[in-house]
């Protein structure tokens, strides 16, 4: 599997995310489609993760070192987190806003392929590699549902019971995304001691995943302190860009071209 195949699983998840939505809709008119829809979306989700497994197995190594490589993964999460929302709270919504964005990160794959190499320098030959990425990724997956979340309830209007699901959805997003961003700091902090005998040495990337912590800690404070819960739901839904800085923006700041993080151009 290389990524000359990656845009056909891309558009077929694409497409069976577009259905399964389609089907959700004729839900109330025909209830008898409604299995197939949830199949269907499912589907589109299984096929991103299938292709991801059959690149590792080709790579020889974790499709985890690029920023298109974790993109992959991306698109593949938020979906998940969308469809456990809905079991767990039946909150059905989210897995739209999840799926647009998993869609959204296949579109910048699609448009910018990634550089197919399985060679791995040095210092991402550790046993932290994986844990690092992997615990952040699912904490930035965490975070952009909160962020959703968060956009749903401000402009939606919700209300009564509604309105407290929608609440309480985004804090335990967040809640849970900024713990993920702990142990990722953390994890990160062990494997730079490893690679370069510091914990710590104010490189751009390690400077931004510090300033996004403190976004959250912030966000965490505000809510312990009684804040609104409206000027909470702003400050979730914008935070999630100082991540998306951290992310992707940092690599192209010019203080990045020398930093120890930088393993290859995307």
Not at 79 to 94: A, N, Q, S, T
Not at 222 to 249: E, I, P
Request: proline share 5%; glycine share 6%.
């Amino acid at each position: 599997m290389t990524l000359a195949d990656f845009p056909v699983f891309a558009f077929s998840a694409i497409a069976c995310w577009v259905i399964g939505s389609l089907l959700q809709i004729a839900v109330r008119r025909y209830p008898a489609v409604r299995f197939p829809s949830y199949a269907v979306m499912l589907a589109g989700t299984v096929l991103i993760g299938w292709f991801i497994v059959s690149y590792w197995i080709t790579l020889e190594r974790p499709p985890l070192r690029t920023l298109g490589e974790t993109r992959l993964w991306y698109a593949a999460l938020i979906p998940v987190v969308g469809f456990l929302v809905e079991y767990r709270w039946k909150i059905g919504w989210l897995k739209y806003y999840c799926m647009v964005l998993a869609a959204f990160f296949l579109g910048i794959n699609i448009a910018h392929p990634d550089v197919f190499d399985k060679a791995l320098m040095p210092a991402l030959q550790s046993v932290w590699f994986i844990p690092h990425v992997v615990v952040y990724l699912v904490g930035y997956v965490l975070l952009a549902a909160s962020s959703a979340a968060a956009w749903h309830n401000i402009y939606s209007g919700l209300h009564s019971k509604t309105e407290l699901l929608g609440y309480s959805l985004s804090h335990y997003l967040a809640l849970l995304g900024f713990v993920l961003l702990t142990f990722g700091l953390v994890f990160g902090a062990l494997w730079a001691k490893e690679a370069w005998g510091h914990y710590w040495t104010w490189d751009p990337k390690e400077t931004w995943a510090f300033i996004s912590w403190l976004a959250y800690l912030g966000y965490l404070h505000l809510s312990a302190n009684g804040t609104g819960r409206d000027k909470l739901q702003w400050y979730l839904a914008l935070s999630f860009l100082v991540l998306l800085v951290c992310w992707f923006g940092v690599n192209y700041m010019p203080s990045a071209q020398n930093s120890v993080h930088s393993y290859q151009p995307d």
